[in-house]
């Protein structure tokens, strides 16, 4: 069973405003991800990370998303302004490594509702 | 441009009955094909995976399959039990790609006693 702790597990913020979820990986992994899930079960990557250090991120995250994954604490994902098309399952993974045989265990994810 | 494609979306089948899913690819380099399971409420879990090098793997009840030539997938599940009612995702990945992982859209299976 995965030990990968989400928070919130919902939540509901107004257009423009600021959403912010926090991750806590498995113990020892040091490679962190965030995807989108929509309501369609369409999976989209955000960004990873290896430690502090950002690995891979898509365009979107470069506008409207920021997220970091700081040493002793959390690893966070924020939407600054958040819009509708955002409301979604955001998930957090975590594995041992970077290499693609690496398993990623899954949190439960943070169900963002944007009114 | 969806890189992994899933069949069917949905699927009813009988308690003990066999339920076959099946996945197709896009990208020749994807050489990693996990298939996760996910419940409501919940984060997908991995369930099986295979290899490009490989044409079978086995755990269990769960089986997948994999044909490189024509970049396609399964996942078949025998003696289907209630409890494996969840929606099934086949996925994919690549070396040297930080482990980014591509996913279908997604089956939606329901077993019924």
């Known amino acids: 069973n995965s030990k990968v702790i989400q928070t919130p597990r919902y939540l509901v913020k107004g257009q423009g405003q600021k959403a912010k979820m926090r991750c806590i990986p498995e113990k020892g992994h040091p490679v962190v991800f965030w995807y989108q899930q929509n309501k369609n079960n369409e999976f989209k990557f955000l960004i990873n990370f290896q430690n502090q250090e950002v690995l891979q991120q898509i365009d979107m995250t470069e506008k409207r998303f920021s997220a970091e994954c700081p040493s002793n604490s959390p690893c966070s994902l924020e939407i600054q302004s958040s819009e509708a098309g955002d409301s979604a399952l955001y998930l957090c993974?975590?594995?041992?490594?970077?290499?693609?045989?690496?398993?990623?265990?899954f949190g439960p994810g943070t169900r963002l509702t944007v009114l | 441009q969806q890189q992994v494609r899933q069949s069917p979306q949905s699927l009813t089948v009988w308690e003990g009955g066999t339920t076959v899913l099946t996945c197709s690819y896009e990208?020749?380099?994807?050489?990693?094909f996990p298939w996760y399971q996910q419940f409501p409420g919940e984060g997908p879990a991995l369930l099986i995976s295979i290899l490009s090098v490989s044409d079978k793997k086995e755990d269990g009840r769960f089986t997948t399959f994999f044909n490189k030539r024509e970049k396609k997938l399964s996942l078949h599940i025998i003696d289907s039990q209630p409890g494996d009612s969840a929606t099934y995702f086949c996925?994919?990945?690549?070396?040297?790609?930080?482990?980014?992982?591509?996913f279908g859209d997604g089956t939606q299976l329901v077993v019924k006693p």
């Open positions: 996925a994919a990945s690549a070396s040297g790609s930080n482990n980014r992982i591509f």
């Open positions: 990208d020749s380099t994807f050489n990693y």
């Open positions: 993974a975590s594995s041992l490594g970077t290499g693609n045989y690496a398993e990623q265990f």
